[in-house]
């Protein structure tokens, strides 16, 4: 299952303290979480995003600057299938981007579309 953060604050805060706490979760954790990473924060009226195929704790975290509101998504691919960064979370659907965990059994969409 993959790992999830989100973060609200009513201060800006420096996003690569909380995304190398984050990676060292990642990191140590039973579950592989290692089929790359993405994250998205809120910055001056829009969302900004970053997708890597790496892992997110040998990623380069000190790129990033301040917000108020983050959310990141390491990735544990489903049978190590569907392995592309464009598979990476947080999806964006303007003004929206989102983050989810997990698979809906018994859902059919009848769209085409690609799996992660």
Request: hydrophobic share 45%; with cysteine; glycine share 8%.
């Amino acid at each position: 299952m993959c790992r999830l953060l989100a973060l609200t604050a009513a201060a800006p805060f420096a996003i690569p303290d909380h995304l190398r706490l984050f990676a060292d979760v990642a990191r140590t954790s039973r579950e592989y979480q290692g089929h790359g990473w993405g994250c998205a924060w809120y910055e001056a009226d829009a969302w900004h995003t970053y997708h890597s195929i790496l892992p997110i704790w040998e990623d380069d975290l000190s790129v990033f600057g301040e917000a108020r509101i983050l959310m990141a998504h390491a990735r544990s691919a489903f049978r190590d299938e569907g392995i592309a960064v464009e598979n990476n979370m947080p999806f964006l659907a303007s003004p929206l981007a989102f983050i989810f965990n997990g698979e809906l059994r018994g859902v059919r969409i009848a769209e085409k579309g690609r799996t992660g």
